[in-house]
């Protein structure tokens, strides 16, 4: 995993959490919020212009790619906060909608991962109790993405 990718994935889990505590908080956490934000849209337009659904499972990381996963799951979240709540300040809102953009990424990726085949390669053997746990996370989020 790169750095970026690192970063990036850390980036949209704390920005879920983060506008749980300024949806609740008000503007105490809107500059901490606009930060993360934009980290984890620099990070996704980044990891965006060298992804494939269609690569081989041997050339791709079950656990990197469904930590992307979870954390769009966090972005669908915001998003859902975004609609059912005025306790976001609007450029917040502006860019969640911009990483919404991004959701359909998390499907094709649990698709991917839920097919026995690419579960059989040596990327996800090697790596198979960390991408079991993440590939359970990914498709059951809400406990791990609350506060």
Known sequence: MRAGDF???CARF???????????DGRRYE???????D???????AWSTG?????????????R?????????????????VESGPGLPGRSRRRIEALLKYLPVR?????????GGNRGSSTWVEHREINMV??????????FLSI
Do not use: C, N
């Open 14 to 24: 704390r920005s879920r959490r983060i506008a749980q505590l300024a949806i609740l």
């Open 107 to 115: 499907d094709a990726i649990e698709r991917f991962w839920k097919d």
């Open 39 to 45: 980290s984890a849209l620099q990070g996704l337009g």
């Open 134 to 143: 993440m590939l359970a996370t990914s498709l059951a989020p809400d406990g």
């Open 65 to 81: 790619e469904l930590g992307l996963s979870i954390g769009l799951s966090a972005v669908e979240s915001l998003g859902e906060a």
């Open 31 to 37: 500059s901490l919020l606009g930060s993360v934000l």
């Open 51 to 63: 992804f494939s659904p269609d690569e081989q499972p041997e050339r791709r990381l079950a656990f």
């Open 7 to 9: 970063y990036s994935h």
